[in-house]
């Protein structure tokens, strides 16, 4: 069974960091274009980073030059830097698949207040 279980996630100040870490119980890992997928109060849940199995990375417009994603293949484990936080951050961070499939993990949150 898939699984994603999300970390990380805490209140920080604008202009801050964190860095989140999702492990996913999942075959073939190293072969599975990973990404993360934020979720605002009353919007809907949009992808912000992804990882290809190439290590080729893109990003959402609004966290280009402050998030980086990264990965362990050898810890199934999917990583988001993000730095220069902005109140508009505010969200709760799922990882999963790209295109995304099986359940959503419980993801964490993220509170970007002074």
């Known amino acids: 069974q898939v699984q994603f279980v999300e970390s990380g996630g805490g209140l920080v100040q604008p202009g801050g960091s964190l860095r989140l870490s999702c492990a996913a119980s999942?075959?073939?890992?190293?072969?599975?274009?990973m990404g993360w997928y934020r979720q605002a109060p009353g919007k809907e849940r949009e992808l912000v980073a992804a990882i290809p199995s190439t290590s080729r990375t893109s990003y959402a417009d609004s966290v280009k030059g402050r998030f980086t994603i990264s990965r362990d293949n050898a810890k199934s484990t999917v990583y988001l830097q993000m730095n220069s936080l902005k109140p508009e951050d505010t969200a709760v961070y799922y990882c999963?698949?790209?295109?995304?499939?099986?359940?959503w993990g419980q993801g964490t949150q993220v509170t970007v207040s002074s």
């Open positions: 999942l075959s073939a890992f190293s072969d599975t274009a």
């Open positions: 999963n698949a790209i295109p995304y499939f099986g359940d």
